[in-house]
Structures are given as C-alpha cells and as structure tokens.
C-alpha cells in the first residue's frame, strides 16, 4: 500500500503540533504495517507555483479539442504539474499535515491541489463528466488550530473545501485528527485537546495499516 503524506506547514518539527500529530500517525502506521511505502513531499521543499494560463490551456486543452497539441509556453508551464502528480495518482492514502490559517488550508496546500487535480492525471473529462485515474481512496487530515473548533463549526473553512475537493474526483472518505484550541493565552485544556487528536491520529493509523 502507497502513502502519500504532503507537508503543508513551514515550521520545525520541534514545535509544530500538527508535525507531532504526523510523528504518532506514521510510527503507529509503520508499527502495524511494515511494508506500507510512505513518500513524504514537504512543500516548502519543493514549492508548487500558482497555475498559469498557458498551465490552463494545457491541462484543458485536450478536453476541449481533441487535436490540441501544446505550444512550448504550455509544456513548460505544466512542468511542476507533469513532474509532481505521479506520487498522487500511485497513491492507496493521502496524509495531509497541515495548520488552520486563515480559517482554511495554507495557501501552498491549494496551489498543490490546483496543479495535480487536474485532468489527464488524477481524472478523465468528458461529456458524460468525470471518470477518476486513479486509487486513492481516503485522505487524512492531521490539523492544529489555535482557536477552538472542529469540522461543522460555522468559522470552518478547511473541511468542507477537503471534502468538496476530494469528493470531486470520488474520495469521500476523509479521517479526521484535529488538535484545536492550542493557543495556551487563552484557551485551558491544549494538552489535553493534543492528546485527544494524537489518540485520533493513532488510530486512524491503525485503520490505514489494516487497509488491504
Ligand atoms: C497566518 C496564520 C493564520 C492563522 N489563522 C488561524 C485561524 O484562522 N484559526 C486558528 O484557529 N488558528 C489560526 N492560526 C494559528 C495556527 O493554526 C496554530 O498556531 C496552529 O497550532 C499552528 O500549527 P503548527 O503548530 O502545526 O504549526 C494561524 C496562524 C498563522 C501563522
């Protein structure tokens, strides 16, 4: 089984808390299955560029006319996307490590999706709709936020673009750990909140490891 864990968040290991979540999720996950592969893409790492016009016409072109050919402008503009969406189209599970901001998803995170949820790659389009390529069949979310507030909540932003997104391309399956309220200033309760999520990432972990 492939595993996919992209890294949507800039700070160190050592103090974020949706990194610590990502820590107990992966040693649970290798403890109960040790031939699960796991491929890590830190974003950070290898930043996805914000989609072009010329990226536009060549992930849609094809839809729209059968004998599009792609100009070098268009090739070279879909390089970050023709480069990066094989990990994804390959992948059983993807984790998603990632803080709240904004109300929602990190910036680099949406870019990503932008690039490899395009057609041609994770889906066929045609005028019957969508067929999905690929096998992914849950996503997994591992989140921190200072305020408190969990998916439902009026000010969440983050779950129903995650589950609008993936449920475009048949992923309906989203698994949950999410340590809210850790703004210790104001809010009681943080670790506690924190081991609430790590016990909710380890057992999703323990679900994925028995996903045959
Ligand atoms: C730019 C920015 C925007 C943020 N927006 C929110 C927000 O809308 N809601 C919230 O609860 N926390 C927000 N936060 C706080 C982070 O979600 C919180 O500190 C989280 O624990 C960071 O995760 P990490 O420890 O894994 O880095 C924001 C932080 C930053 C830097």
């Known amino acids: 089984m492939n595993v996919l864990h992209v890294i949507a968040n800039p700070r160190p290991a050592e103090v974020s808390k ?14 109960n299955n040790s031939e699960v592969i796991v491929n890590n893409v830190d974003l950070y790492q290898s930043r996805p560029p ?14 729209a006319d059968s ?36 109300n929602s998803m990190p910036a680099i995170l949406k870019a990503w999706l932008d690039q ?8 066929e ?11 992914l069949r849950t996503v997994v979310l591992l989140v921190s936020s200072d305020e408190l507030y969990k998916e439902g909540d009026v000010l969440d932003g983050l779950t129903p673009a995650i589950r609008a997104i993936f449920g475009y391309i048949g992923v309906d399956d989203i698994q949950i750990a999410w340590a809210d309220g850790q703004d210790t200033s ?20 323990e679900e994925v490891a028995a996903m045959t």
């Open 116 to 123: 490899v949820l395009v057609p041609g790659k994770m889906f």
């Open 50 to 63: 914000f989609v072009t016009a010329e990226a536009l016409r060549y992930f849609w072109g094809p839809v």
């Open 67 to 102: 004998d599009y050919n792609p100009s070098k402008a268009e090739e070279t503009a879909a390089n970050y996307s023709n480069n990066n969406s094989s990990m994804l189209m390959e992948a059983d599970v993807l984790v998603l490590t990632l803080p709240v901001w904004i």
């Open 186 to 205: 104001r809010h009681i309760g943080a670790e506690e909140r924190f081991e609430l999520a790590a016990e909710a990432a380890r057992e999703i972990a």
């Open 125 to 135: 389009m045609s005028p019957e709709g969508i067929s999905p390529t690929h096998r």
């Open 18 to 31: 949706s990194k610590m979540l990502a820590l107990e999720f992966f040693t649970t996950l290798t403890e």
